[in-house]
């Protein structure tokens, strides 16, 4: 944009009218980024709700049977190595989510957050089987 000679002509409608939309655009974008910023804000609380709501309280009670997350496992630990340890007795809880379990196996007892505990659930009966022999079909 180039400067007139005379400054009367510097008010003339061509030279402001540029400046004009460009401060509208500048104030557009303005509201568009504060409006996309408001929307990440609402959508970010609504995704903390939303997974915040879909957290297990756990219940334990003293004596019931628990398992206790392996955590010096490897990363990889490989396909048949249990992540779960036990089962183990709890003896105690604690206000804050602190739990003392004691192990059944070595009667050592101490104290773990209860988000390394799952509840123990005995295997599933099997019943007998009945086997039947397979005859050859009759033609």
């Known amino acids: 944009m180039k400067f007139p000679d005379e400054p009367d002509s510097l008010c003339t409608l061509s030279i402001i009218e540029p400046i ?31 997974h915040v709501a879909r957290i297990s309280k756990k219940n334990f009670t003293v004596g019931q049977k628990v398992l206790l997350q392996h955590s010096k496992l490897k990363f990889f630990p490989g396909k048949l190595c249990s992540r779960w340890l036990g089962p183990h007795v709890i003896t105690k809880i604690f ?40 005859e050859d079909p009759i033609l």
Request: hydrophobic share 35%; proline share 1%.
């Open 95 to 134: 206000a804050n989510g602190a739990v003392e379990i004691q192990s059944l196996k070595t009667k050592n007892t101490f104290k773990v957050n209860d988000h390394q505990l799952k509840e123990y659930r005995k295997g599933f009966q099997t019943e007998p089987v009945e086997i039947m022999d397979l």
């Open 20 to 50: 004009v939309q460009e401060v509208f655009e500048l104030d557009c974008k303005n509201k568009l980024e504060e409006d996309f910023l408001d929307n990440l804000e609402i959508e970010d609380k609504e995704t903390k709700v939303f």
